[in-house]
């Protein structure tokens, strides 16, 4: 059996278990390394080869997948990885790093529960990280942080142990001020604020692939010093292996990112404003896979095999190919489901069904757009219209 297809296997099963589902965004300010990070991410985690990271994105080693053309979305991915016993699936989707695109980086934030926000360790927090925060904790979307480029800072910067935990910590506390300043009450109460101690900030190079936390540090034993001298001796290789970017980001994002049973929660009264007591109101705060289906949908590619396909986050019940479902705003004739997918690596592969947690991608929904609200059910109040926050307000000296 080839390495991809166990990998379907994988995926199709996690899917059914939303506690083991992660839904997850990554910003940040422009050329702070969001790319660079997630074809690492998904590289290290296996989803893709090695030396096409960063390149077209072409996923694995399938030649009968090659040879059917199967389009990739790299704007939609998904990885598997292992915490302790068990395994967990990590949908992540791509937000623009430009303030133009602001529109784009709401709408992927309506997708995910949870955020890793990317900023250069040597410019530190820049507008833009503070527009895509915003955006993102508006949504009710968890934070974690990644201080990026630290390699920077001892090959370019000659900064020692004592010195790195400065410049770190002033990243840290310039954060933990925008998010404070968002929402306090989540900030002291709702595990927003962001600790090293706790694990909730890690530190690396996406470009040479490491990254370390606190909680990594003691489980791995590389230290501070390990880090500088071996970035001083030009032995990027050494972190790789002993402290992989993947495994250190990943490990963050299952331990202290929502899962979709826990954030649907929390979240929905925030993006959806219907009546919380009727049956698919009840089932959206429960994740339900058994009540009503209802999706925002929030992207729309065209795929050249299997034409317009609509991906967007499932929160209630559970779509099935051949379906029936309405789309808001319109004439109340439904669309039948054609295929019913969700994405493995950058690869969008067909299902018999996608449940309730999940980030689906489907076609034949030919009068949906983008921000539109997909339900089994005839009338279902739509989910908040989508707004985005264009203009950067900087709160905090850089
Ligand atoms: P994006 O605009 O946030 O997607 O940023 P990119 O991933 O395209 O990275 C911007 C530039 O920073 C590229 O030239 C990368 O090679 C470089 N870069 C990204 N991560 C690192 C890093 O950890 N260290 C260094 N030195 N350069 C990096």
Redesign the pocket.
């Known amino acids: 059996m080839s390495r991809g297809k166990k990998m379907v296997e994988k995926i199709t099963d996690l899917m059914n278990e939303p506690q083991y589902i992660r839904n997850i965004g990554i910003v940040?300010?422009?050329?702070?390394?969001?790319?660079?990070?997630?074809?690492n991410l998904l590289s290290g985690a296996g989803m893709i080869s090695e030396e096409l990271s960063?390149k077209a994105c072409w996923m694995d080693s399938d030649e009968e997948e090659q040879a059917r053309g199967i389009t990739i979305d790299a704007s939609n991915v998904s990885m598997v990885h292992t915490v302790g016993d068990h395994e967990y699936l990590i949908n992540m989707i791509d937000t623009p790093?430009?303030v133009d695109f602001g529109g784009d980086v709401t709408r992927a934030m309506r997708a995910v529960d949870g955020a890793v926000v990317?900023v250069?360790s040597v410019e530190g927090p820049m507008p833009q990280t503070e527009t895509v925060l915003r955006q993102a904790l508006k949504e009710g979307v968890h934070p974690v942080l990644f201080i990026?480029?630290?390699?920077?800072l001892i090959?370019?910067l000659k900064v020692d142990p004592q010195e790195m935990m400065i410049r770190l910590g002033k990243v840290i506390d310039k954060v933990n001020k925008l998010i404070k300043g968002m929402n306090e009450d989540l900030y002291n109460n709702g595990g927003w604020k962001l600790d090293p101690m706790k694990g909730n900030v890690a530190f690396?190079?996406?470009?040479?692939n490491w990254a370390i936390s606190i909680p990594y540090m003691k489980k791995s034993g590389v230290s501070l010093q390990t880090i500088i001298d071996k970035c001083n001796e030009g032995d990027a290789k050494y972190l790789a292996k002993t402290s992989p970017l993947h495994a250190v980001l990943l490990d963050m994002v299952v331990t202290f990112l929502p899962n979709p049973l826990q954030a649907q929660g929390k979240r929905c009264h925030i993006i959806w404003h219907g009546d919380v007591e009727s049956e698919i109101g009840k089932a959206m705060y429960a994740c339900d896979s058994k009540g009503p289906a209802a999706m925002m949908v929030t992207d729309i590619s065209f795929d050249k095999h299997a034409g317009e396909v609509a991906t967007g986050r499932l929160f209630s019940g559970t779509l099935t190919r051949g379906m029936e479902v309405y789309i808001s705003g319109t004439a109340g004739k439904p669309n039948r489901l054609q295929q019913v997918g969700i994405f493995m690596g950058p690869t969008r592969v067909d299902v018999d069904k996608v449940v309730a947690g999940n980030i689906a991608a489907v076609t034949g929904m030919s009068d949906a757009i983008v921000g539109s609200t997909v339900s089994s059910l005839k009338e279902m109040t739509p989910f908040e219209s989508l707004k985005h926050y264009s203009e950067p307000v900087m709160t905090v000296a850089v």
Do not use: F, Q
């Open positions: 940040a300010h422009i050329d702070h390394g969001k790319t660079t990070l997630s074809d960063g790093g430009h990317v250069d990026n480029k630290v390699d920077r090959n370019e690396g190079s996406a470009l040479y």
